[in-house]
């Protein structure tokens, strides 16, 4: 198995950021092959910085394909639309976009919100889709035949914790949640998967992602007495939710999941920053195997080489998952022969064609008829401390 920001030129509106545009084409007419990327690159604090790395793999990714002679012949050439990371946004900017030159293919940089808003209007319009961020519905084939999520699902993430519990010894485990849509499917999932393993799970707790105080709802998890606090919380949330386990003075082992891991400040030294303080003396955060410093992985050292090119990484590459959509999808095309949506789509559940697409942030997608997430295997994951980034892998 093989394992493994853009610079923003200003406004809101979509930016082509390759050869001459072809406005008032069809999609999939001419000789280029477009790709729209929607991300919120104009948010505030780490939501801008997540949406810009975002945008800078799926520039990098267009690089190397186009260097490889592009998809199924044709030049890529990629558009940036500026959703704020706003869904309201989203909507009304990728409609414009649609009428204008319809895309070939549509990526986007979540958050889920964005990503729940704009899958239908997808659907209608028969565009081929990767996301990087599941949601309830993303992966059902049914509902959504043209979309495929680049991330792993809570489920498969929230899997490959089972390992880790077992070698720490963790038997009982407190589980505090996000109210954002992926944060309510990781803490259904979570328990759900936990106590079929045979772990007690004592609390499962939800937060209001807007909400500025998580004390009441940390204090009904401690009062169980769990072995170890299991963490989604993304942003400023996660700021907020370390504030009242210090407020507390609560030690207990937290695990944090990839929206913690990607979020800034725990790579980040005071004042802006937790890194080196004792909010996060006990935690670790699951990651992908490629946002740890590996100067063998030849394939992510090669990807972060491209990326850089292109610009600052300024968060992880947990938020790099577009490199990689544009590889699958030129091997999906070279095996249909094709560039149309729906030969491309059945082309992405054929084992053999993922597998010969030298994908890098991560390396077994494992996509099917039944499910179109990422499925990745279990060591693709990791359990790391925090510890600084440096051009988006942990050192």
């Known amino acids: 198995m093989r394992t493994r920001l853009f610079k923003v030129v200003g406004g809101l509106a979509a930016l082509a950021l390759a050869a001459a545009g072809c406005a008032g084409e069809e999609s999939g007419s001419g000789d280029e092959y477009r790709v729209l990327v929607l991300g919120g690159v104009s948010a505030e604090g780490v939501l801008a910085d997540n949406a810009a790395t975002s945008v800078l793999a799926a520039q990098a990714g267009v690089d190397a394909v186009n260097e490889a002679g592009g998809i199924d012949g044709r030049k890529v050439v990629i558009s940036v639309v500026d959703d704020q990371a706003d869904p309201t946004v989203a909507v009304t900017k990728l409609r414009e976009a649609i009428a204008k030159d319809k895309p070939d293919l549509v990526l986007n940089s979540g958050p889920s919100t964005v990503a729940d808003a704009i899958l239908p209007i997808l659907g209608q ?106 963490l989604d919380a993304y942003g400023a949330a996660l700021g907020y939710v370390l504030k009242g386990v210090e407020k507390l003075g609560w030690d207990v082992p937290i695990i944090g999941d990839t929206s913690v891991s990607a979020t800034g400040l725990i790579s980040t030294e005071p004042p802006s920053g937790v890194l080196g303080t004792p909010a996060v003396a006990n935690l670790v955060m699951q990651v992908y195997r490629s946002a740890a410093f590996d100067p063998a992985d030849q394939r992510v050292v090669d990807a972060v080489a491209r990326m850089r090119e292109r610009g600052d990484i300024r968060a992880t590459l947990i938020l790099a998952y577009n490199y990689d959509a544009l590889l699958l999808v030129r091997a999906a095309a070279e095996a249909a022969g094709s560039t149309d949506p729906h030969a491309l789509a059945d082309a992405l559940v054929d084992p053999s064609v993922v597998d010969a697409a030298p994908t890098a942030i991560i390396t077994s997608y494992n996509f099917t008829e039944e499910r179109h997430d990422a499925q990745p295997d279990a060591d693709e994951f990791a359990f790391i401390a925090p510890g600084p980034l440096e051009h988006g892998q942990f050192r």
């Open 125 to 230: 319009n028969e565009i081929l889709s990767l996301s990087t961020v599941p949601t309830e519905r993303s992966a059902d084939p049914e509902q959504f035949p043209l979309n495929f999520d680049l991330a792993a699902s809570a489920g498969d993430q929230i899997r490959a914790y089972l390992p880790y519990f077992e070698e720490k010894g963790y038997a009982k485990v407190g589980i505090l949640h996000g109210s954002s849509s992926y944060g309510e499917v990781y803490g259904a999932s979570a328990e759900r998967i936990f106590e079929d393993a045979g772990i007690d799970v004592l609390a499962t707790v939800e937060y209001d992602v807007a909400a500025l105080d998580m004390t009441a709802q940390l204090e009904a998890i401690r009062s169980k007495n769990p072995d170890a606090l299991v």
